[in-house]
């Protein structure tokens, strides 16, 4: 089972950037995924997560209105559409997964599938 993210970069404050997870060894269908991020010095913050086959979604309350996940199956990828990018929102970015009948709170406990993450700079 392996995630892999790529779409990291430097952008400037209002900015844009989308992040893609690609997942292999599996299929998306029957588990909840999420986007984490951490900032040198600070914890590990859920960003969003979805819970693929339920449509349930979660955001992190520092990103709501500005970031949307989606899925695509047929790509057996997720994706982290990052709008209106202030500094506050550079970290390393990283997706993870789990199985679970227990919707998620999306908290970096609950995963145990992780890609190796991708940075992102908000800079200008």
């Known amino acids: 089972l392996q995630l892999v993210e790529s779409g990291g970069g430097l952008v400037r404050p209002g900015g844009s950037l989308r992040l893609s997870c690609a997942a292999s060894?599996?299929?998306?269908?029957?588990?909840?995924i999420g986007w984490f991020r951490q900032a040198p010095g600070k914890e590990r913050e859920g960003v969003s997560c979805?819970?693929?086959?339920?449509?349930?979604?979660i955001y992190g309350d520092s990103v709501k209105g500005r970031f949307t996940i989606s899925a695509d199956n047929a790509k057996n990828t997720v994706y982290l559409q990052m709008n209106s990018l202030k500094p506050d929102d550079t970290a390393v970015y990283s997706c993870?997964?789990?199985?679970?009948?227990?919707?998620?709170?999306?908290?970096?406990?609950?995963?145990?599938?992780w890609g190796q993450g991708t940075q992102v700079t908000v800079s200008s």
């Open positions: 060894g599996f299929t998306l269908d029957t588990y909840h």
């Open positions: 979805i819970s693929m086959g339920k449509g349930r979604v």
């Open positions: 993870a997964a789990y199985v679970s009948d227990i919707p998620t709170r999306c908290a970096p406990y609950e995963f145990d599938h």
